[in-house]
């Protein structure tokens, strides 16, 4: 499940950076040869036809008035892979490699000492119990390192205990004369103004305070990569599904049949433990083919698995990969869902992404039951890239 995304959003490259350029042999631009007017220390120099020695002598004045980094990017940025996993842990990061006054901003907070650094790092991790994942680690300008990460952070303080979601990139500034980084700014990937202190970025907070009410069970695991306004971009892990052949995006025709499977109606009666969400699959635009799945347990090896009793059920095994996904709650009608996969397919579209055709619907809860008092979670619709 590949696709062109784009570098900012996931590259699994190890360490490559790109060395700052050395000065060349090669005349500088802007020096010319004879006639050399001025050794620099004020004294005037005799016209002379040996070119060769004054062209020496003058590269070598160049080169004294030409300002060196110093700075070792290659190292900066293997020690960013090796240090930044450590930014939520009981190890923390190396102060030693930040100066005293750091520049840190994000769209909501900001500080301008290393002692405000480590306390913003502090709060979120008591306030937050943050889950920080570094995707990659570049070199992007002149003495300026670029991260790719993202943070999954629950709000402990709120009895729901939310789950909030941030993606996006750092830019690390590193001062030339002490080699250490003076400057750490967040952008958000999920809001345009990113400069603090954005009104937008606030809100984006507020929003993910809201309640979505998903059921206790184990569901498929995957990686975050990007989360915009309107998107999601995960990375997911191979499952196992039952399926059976089903009638329309919103229907429930099948769902008995590949749950009588995980209840025990199968070659050995075993029964096989709950887990959410519950697919519905389109294969094409016209929804010619759709399929309704229920994800199998995790631990379950697929070669052991009972056989199905009923021959239009089958075991599938889903490889994973690269998938966008855009939530909503409510009723999932049959008018909702095709709208919302239009909706998604045009912001990936628009954002340079290529979706494949056909889509899924999440249903986190029984599909059977679709209340629209009961504010349920959905991930409609499931798009792999």
């Known amino acids: 499940m590949a696709t062109h995304l784009s570098d900012y959003i996931y590259r699994p490259i190890p360490n490559i950076c790109i060395s700052c350029r050395r000065s ?37 004045l160049v080169e004294q008035n030409t300002p060196k980094s110093g700075i070792d990017e290659n190292g900066l940025v293997d020690f960013l892979y090796e240090d930044l996993p450590h930014l939520f842990d009981d190890q923390g990061i190396d102060r030693t ?11 909501i907070t900001k500080h301008d000492t290393i002692s405000g650094y480590l306390f913003n790092i502090h709060l ?14 570049k070199q992007t300008g002149p003495y300026e390192l670029t991260t790719r990460w993202t943070m999954v952070m629950s709000f402990i303080l709120l009895p729901w205990k939310p789950e909030l979601v941030f993606t996006g990139t750092s830019v690390m500034g590193i001062n030339p004369q002490t080699q250490k980084f003076c400057s750490h700014v967040d952008y958000w990937d999920s809001i345009e103004k990113n400069d603090y202190f954005s009104l937008e970025g606030l809100w984006d907070v507020v929003q993910q305070l809201r309640i979505y009410k998903t059921p206790e069970l184990e569901s498929p695991k995957y990686q975050i990569l990007k989360r915009t306004a309107n998107y999601e971009v995960r990375k997911y892990s191979p499952f196992v599904v039952v399926e059976t052949k089903g009638d329309k995006l919103s229907g429930s025709t099948g769902f008995n049949d590949v749950a009588g499977y995980i209840f025990g109606k199968n070659s050995s009666m075993e029964k096989i433990p709950m887990t959410t969400p519950v697919f519905t699959q389109a294969y094409d635009a016209q929804l010619s083919k759709v399929s309704i799945q229920i994800v199998l347990p995790l631990e379950k090896d697929f070669n052991s ?27 999932p009608t049959e008018d909702t869902v095709c709208e919302k996969e239009k909706e998604l397919r045009s912001a990936l579209i628009r954002d340079g992404l290529k979706p494949k055709e056909g889509f899924l619907l999440a249903r986190y809860n029984d599909p059977g039951r679709t209340w629209s008092s009961i504010m349920v979670c959905y991930d409609t619709p499931f798009l792999c890239l």
């Open 124 to 137: 979120l991790k008591r306030l937050f119990s943050p889950d920080f994942q570094l995707h990659w680690v």
């Open 24 to 60: 060349s042999t090669t005349k500088p631009a802007g020096v010319s040869l004879p006639p050399l007017k001025c050794l620099g220390n004020g004294n005037i120099a005799v016209r002379t036809d040996q070119n060769l020695i004054k062209w020496a002598v003058r590269l070598s």
């Open 97 to 107: 490699m930040y100066d005293e006054r750091v520049r840190f901003r994000d769209p």
């Open 305 to 331: 698995l009972p056989d199905p009793n009923q021959e239009e059920i089958s075991l599938r095994k889903v490889e994973g990969g690269i998938a966008a996904v855009l939530k909503f709650s409510g009723k």
